[in-house]
T-cell receptor, first 111, second 114 residues
Framework: KNEVEQSPQNLTAQEGEFITINCSYS?????LHWLQQHPGGGIVSLFMLSSGKKKHGRLIATINIQEKHSSLHITASHPRDSAVYIC?????????????FGQGTRLTINP | DTGVSQNPRHKITKRGQNVTFRCDPISEHNRLYWYRQTLGQGPEFLTY????????KSRLLSDRFSAERPKGSFSTLEIQRTEQGDSAMYLCASSRYASADTQYFGPGTRLTVL
């Protein structure tokens, strides 16, 4: 079983729809990242959070430490939001910090 | 543009050849990471540096792979005797001293081994 699981793997929606991408993990973590990867490969960090909720523009990220679950929401989605969204968790193993990535969720927003 | 640059952006090579990639991190960042990403998967950790010291190497990094960061600034990743299975996107990221800091990713180098 992967340490980080994302769902769905692919998501297609119409412009304006509310989008939710989920991330579940199996180990205790120190932080969780949401990343956005555009078709050219460039990765941009959207959020780093260890508890609660963060908001930036139309993006909202939440995390529930007890349930080992995080969600990324996009309100009023737009075709430019089309990208792969990757969840990554940071945890400590044998005294070293590790960053483990999910497989990504490919989001396509149609006009 | 995150401030992390990688060169080349694309590399096509024949099996058995050696290739070298370069990463220039954000100048004040002490930590530099290399990741590999295959199609449809998230990035996988390869190795990281704190200044010029290579502190950790993944088991994914076979002895055909070597990375350096000689002056604690730019880094190079060399793959010797490339194999078709090495075809992937190679990503570099940098962060400030604290390991919990956000990592800033470069655009990646896409390697195709024929």
């Amino acid at each position: 079983k992967n340490e980080v699981e994302q769902s769905p793997q692919n998501l297609t929606a119409q412009e304006g729809e509310f989008i939710t991408i989920n991330c579940s993990y199996s180990v205790g973590i120190s932080a969780l990242h949401w990343l956005q990867q555009h078709p050219g490969g460039g990765i941009v960090s959207l959020f780093m959070l260890s508890s609660g909720k963060k908001k930036h523009g139309r993006l909202i990220a939440t995390i529930n430490i007890q349930e080992k679950h995080s969600s990324l929401h996009i309100t009023a989605s737009h075709p430019r939001d089309s990208a792969v969204y990757i969840c990554a968790v940071r945890f400590i193993i044998q005294g070293a910090q590790k960053l483990v990535f999910g497989q990504g969720t490919r989001l396509t927003i149609n006009p | 543009d995150t401030g992390v640059s990688q060169n080349p952006r694309h590399k096509i090579t024949k099996r058995g050849q050696n290739v070298t990639f370069r990463c220039d991190p954000i100048s004040e960042h002490n930590r530099l990471y290399w990741y590999r990403q295959t199609l449809g998967q998230g990035p996988e950790f390869l190795t990281y540096f704190q200044n010029e010291a290579q502190l950790e190497k993944s088991r994914l990094l076979s002895d055909r792979f070597s990375a350096e960061r000689p002056k604690g600034s730019f880094s190079t990743l060399e793959i010797q005797r490339t194999e078709q299975g090495d075809s992937a996107m190679y990503l570099c990221a940098s962060s400030r001293y604290a390991s919990a800091d956000t990592q800033y990713f470069g655009p990646g180098t896409r390697l195709t081994v024929l």
